[in-house]
């Protein structure tokens, strides 16, 4: 079994999913993500839901697709979702639209602190 260390997990956090974490602390009008969320989903792809893996596991499904799962609440915004327990196949039937890793790099160049 194979053991995680979370202390170094968040020692090594990458610079994007602490900006994401950032931005999702200030309010809906002030978030570049909100505020670009057509951009979003313009520069995406539909990845087919899987029930068994992601079924109102957002984390996970970040983590499979972009290595990172602090991207989440990018993927609950593009998809019109509101919490993590609405990230179910039920709600998501046409896909998840996923937006391409350098899309959000890009579009984080844009926060202010």
Known sequence: MESIDVVKCFDENDQLSRNVL???GKSPHDNVFQVNKDS???????????KHKWDMNPFQFCFDQYKKQYLYQ??????????IFDFRKSNL????????????????KYILY
């Not at 979003?40 to 899987?50: A, P, Q």
């Not at 990018?74 to 919490?83: A, E, G, Q, R």
């Open 22 to 24: 950032y931005e999702f």
């Open 40 to 50: 979003l989903r313009y520069y995406s792809s539909m990845i087919t839901f899987d």
């Open 74 to 83: 990018i993927i609950l915004v593009v998809n019109n979702l509101l919490t």
């Open 93 to 108: 039937r046409s896909g998840i639209v996923t937006p391409y890793e350098n899309i959000i790099k890009e579009i984080s």
